[in-house]
Structure formats: structure tokens, C-alpha cells
């Protein structure tokens, strides 16, 4: 028994699950939430308890959907280099109790993100270090050189261990059945921004759906293996901003350029850098590539977007959740 406020008694109060929303930068993120009602007036009482986690739930989503690092990869991405909170603050020139807050659940800017995601790489990393030296004492600029020289040393091992990490889930429904494999990716998104003179980002993303998903509805397994999440643009490849780092920092085939189209963020578009390599293809997977290609090519990354949004896979799929295969079958073409 517990005291009501409304019924100025003792009452019972039970759990009962319902739905909130929490205005994040202007996004509205619903999640369910727990709260206890008074069997006599039905009065609803939050657990105080209970608060902060859900506002880690909701930044959570609205960081997904953002395209935002999580707290935990952050931290992983800050003990790749053995570095601790001070430490990097000082390397970025930023406060301490930057760090430690965004470490700790509060938002990150998108521009600080950026360092982050930027900081995984070992070679941005080096040339960070170079640049703020003077940020750091004498043994913690050695300690980190060093860390730096043996993650460039072994670079390919630890590109092959984040792909495993990040993309490398057994064959399933999530994934068409196919191992991803980052070579097909690579030349996927090459043949794309070959054939399409303003390939920007949104679009690409389309592409690189449809492409898998129309295979799978024809053979039932895709070309890629990528795993897609359902994000308010449409769908898009899960974990995109890494994948899309990976593309441009390890391939040396695709260049990004930025271009303002009066926008909060400048556009982002793709070129391929010489001829794509269509050998790791079959026939039916060019086939699948040519017609995915024809079936969008006068689409703008918006139109494109817009028959996403009608498309069965998207409407059923929870924002923030990954979009089973089975929806393929569903599919407007194909």
C-alpha cells in the first residue's frame, strides 16, 4: 500500500506500461515507460528511479537515428589509443568534463562526433597528434606515437577485426543469408556512383536496399549481406556512417565531396574513382545491379526516399529497428 496524492489515502498501486515522448533536439523519440496507478483513482505515478534510464533509452534511439556514436563506442574508440579522458580533452582541445559527460550518456555534438568517428582511424589520429603536440606532455605524446605505430603497423588486421565486430553476423534472415563482404560492397557503390553523375548520399543509401532486397525477392538471398535499419529518411544500411568510413578510407576507389544546398549540413556526394570491378558478381546479381539502376535513375534522393516510405518493409518496421528479409516478397518492383 502506498499514500495517493489524489485519493489522500493509502491505496494499491499497480505497473502498468505505457507510451511517452521525449522532445530530443526537436525529435520526437516514443519509447514505453513504467508507471504505477492507483487502483482506486487510476492516478499514474512515475519511479523516480526509473527516469534517468529512460532518457538513456531515448537518447539511445534518437543517436541511432542520427547516425550518432554510442557512449560505449566512444569509450572504445578513446581505449583503442590507451588514452584516458584528460588525455584526449586535452588532444582536442576540449574540456574534461566534455568527455566524461558524453561518456556518461549526454549528447555529443554532431561536430564532435565527427572527431570521434574521424579518431578511428589511425592515420587521421597521427596527423591529430602532429597538430596538437603541444596539448600533450613529453611521455604521453611517445606513449601515444607508439600506439599509433603499431595500430598502423597491423592496420589490416584491425580493419579485418571491425568488420567482424560490426558487420560479421552468421547468415540470417537480418542479412539475407550471405556473409557481408565489404570487396562487393566497395564495387556496389562504385558502379553506382559511376552511372549516376550527382549520387548523394540519401540516394545511395536507396540503391544499396533495393539492390539486396529486390535480389533476395528474386533468389532469396541477397548480394551483400548488409543488414538494414528502418531510419526516418527510409531504410539505410545498419551502423551507415561506419560502413560509409570504411568505403572511403579503405577502398581509395570512392571520393567524397561536400556541396551547400542551403541546408543545415552541406550534401554529401559520391564518384567512383576508375571503373568498377563487376568480376566478384554472377550474372544474376548485375542483372539485379542494372535493374535497380534503370528503376531509379531519373529518381532525386528525395522522390527516392518518398517510395521507400511506401514500401510494406518500411511502414512495419519500428524506427531504430533492423528490417527482416521476409519483407522482400513485399516489394513494389521487382
Not at 535480389?215 to 528502418?230: E, M, T, V
Not at 564518384?271 to 554472377?282: H, Q, V, Y
Amino acid at each position: 500500500m502506498e499514500y495517493c496524492v489524489e485519493c489522500l489515502e493509502d491505496s494499491e498501486f499497480k505497473p502498468v506500461e505505457i507510451k511517452k515522448v521525449f522532445n530530443i533536439r526537436g525529435e520526437h523519440i516514443e519509447i514505453m515507460v513504467t508507471r504505477f496507478q492507483c487502483s482506486c483513482c487510476g492516478e499514474l505515478v512515475p519511479d523516480p528511479h526509473l527516469e534517468e534510464q529512460y532518457f538513456a533509452k531515448a537518447y539511445s534511439e534518437y543517436r541511432q537515428r542520427k547516425g550518432l556514436l554510442q557512449p560505449d563506442e566512444m569509450i572504445s574508440i578513446r581505449e583503442m589509443y590507451g588514452l584516458s579522458q584528460r588525455q584526449l580533452a586535452k588532444l582536442f582541445g576540449w574540456g574534461h568534463a566534455t568527455v566524461s559527460r558524453y561518456e556518461s550518456g549526454a549528447l555529443q555534438s554532431p561536430s564532435h562526433n565527427a572527431e570521434f568517428i574521424l579518431m578511428k582511424n589511425p592515420e587521421n589520429m597521427k596527423r591529430l597528434l602532429e597538430s596538437n603536440a603541444k596539448g600533450l606532455s613529453g611521455k604521453e605524446f611517445s606513449t601515444l606515437d607508439n600506439r599509433i605505430a603499431s595500430l598502423l603497423g597491423s592496420k589490416e588486421e584491425k580493419v579485418y577485426r571491425l568488420l567482424e565486430d560490426l558487420f560479421g553476423d552468421a547468415p540470417g534472415i537480418t542479412n539475407g543469408f550471405v556473409v557481408f563482404n565489404l570487396d562487393k560492397v566497395v564495387q556496389t557503390v562504385k558502379n553506382f556512383a559511376s552511372k549516376d553523375n550527382r549520387l548523394l548520399k540519401v540516394k545511395l543509401m536507396k540503391y544499396l536496399w533495393y539492390i539486396d532486397f529486390v535480389h533476395f525477392k528474386r533468389f532469396n538471398i541477397s548480394i551483400n549481406g548488409i543488414k538494414y535499419a528502418a531510419l526516418p529518411l527510409g531504410p539505410v544500411p545498419d551502423k551507415y556512417d561506419f560502413l560509409m568510413g570504411l568505403i572511403e578510407n579503405e577502398s581509395e576507389q570512392i571520393l567524397k565531396k561536400y556541396e551547400d544546398i542551403g541546408l543545415e549540413n552541406p550534401a554529401e556526394l559520391y564518384r567512383a574513382i576508375g571503373e568498377p570491378d563487376l568480376c566478384l558478381f554472377t550474372k544474376e546479381e548485375i542483372e539485379t545491379l542494372d535493374y535497380v539502376y534503370e528503376s531509379f535513375k531519373n529518381d532525386t534522393s528525395s522522390s527516392i526516399a518518398a517510395k521507400s516510405h511506401l514500401e510494406k518493409a518500411w511502414i512495419e518496421t519500428a524506427i531504430g529497428q533492423i528490417i527482416s528479409y521476409e519483407y522482400a516478397h513485399e516489394l513494389s518492383i521487382g
